[in-house]
């Protein structure tokens, strides 16, 4: 089956850019989209078709895809995008997503 | 505004069956499909399938579709996910979520199913 892999953790200073990556076999080829979790919320969409922002999300979230990996860039980063972040995309016959990452700012 | 709506928290003993409904406002009911994704305490999100909104075509997770049914009620504007046979493993909360371009643009708030003895 098919797999996201992404960093258990990144820790970035605020005012920082905080990359997040996603890796996969050919993941360029699909699209993959980025939600934001703060613990005892549902996910929140911050990203879809690689690259767009859903209307609310702030303009410091961006993302990109490419070959095997996909990655969600946060600049300038805030004390409130501290939460957990998952990649999703789609494989031929199921939805997958990545393992997670706790961004920690510090 | 766009919400989704679920049922309120289960308790379920091992092997019983449970069904988590999503009321859908705020849009057209019948153009968007329905995903239901579930999250154990700790682990990611894991898909277990969805309905098409508008015929009702359905399509499951390979690890769930023996198990899993979902429904939709349209003049209820409501998607249904039932589970059955249920195991201590599926104790998590389960979420709806539409299905917007190449995403899951608006979720449920999600409803937690224990399943204990």
């Not at chain 1, 939460?83 to 199921?94: F, M, N, P």
């Not at chain 2, 928290?9 to 999503?22: F, I, L, M, N």
């Not at chain 2, 059955?84 to 199913?113: H, K, N």
């Amino acid at each position: 089956s098919y797999e996201l892999t992404q960093p258990p953790s990144v820790s970035v200073s605020p005012g920082q850019t905080a990359s997040i990556t996603c890796s996969g076999d050919k993941l360029g080829e699909q699209y993959a989209s980025w939600y934001q979790q703060k613990p005892g919320q549902s996910p929140v969409l911050v990203i879809y078709q690689d690259s767009k922002r859903p209307s609310g999300i702030p303009e410091r979230f961006s993302g990109s895809n490419s070959g095997n990996t996909a990655t969600l860039t946060i600049s300038g980063t805030q004390a409130m995008d501290e939460a957990d972040y998952y990649c999703l995309t789609w494989d031929s016959s199921s939805w997958v997503f990545g393992g997670g990452t706790k961004l920690t700012v510090l | 505004q766009v919400q989704l709506v679920q049922s309120g928290a289960e308790v379920k003993r091992p092997g019983a069956s449970v069904k988590v409904s999503c009321k859908a406002s705020g849009y057209t009911f019948t153009s968007y499909a329905i995903q239901w994704v579930r999250q154990a305490p700790g682990h990611r999100p894991e898909w277990m399938g969805w309905i098409n909104a508008g015929n009702g075509n359905t399509k499951y997770s390979q690890k769930f579709q023996d198990r899993v049914t979902i429904t939709r009620d349209t003049p209820a504007n409501t998607a249904y996910m039932e589970l059955s046979s249920l195991r201590s493993e599926d104790t998590a909360i389960y979420f709806c979520a539409r299905l917007g371009p190449s995403a899951f643009d608006m979720w449920g708030q999600g409803t937690m199913v224990t399943v204990s003895s």
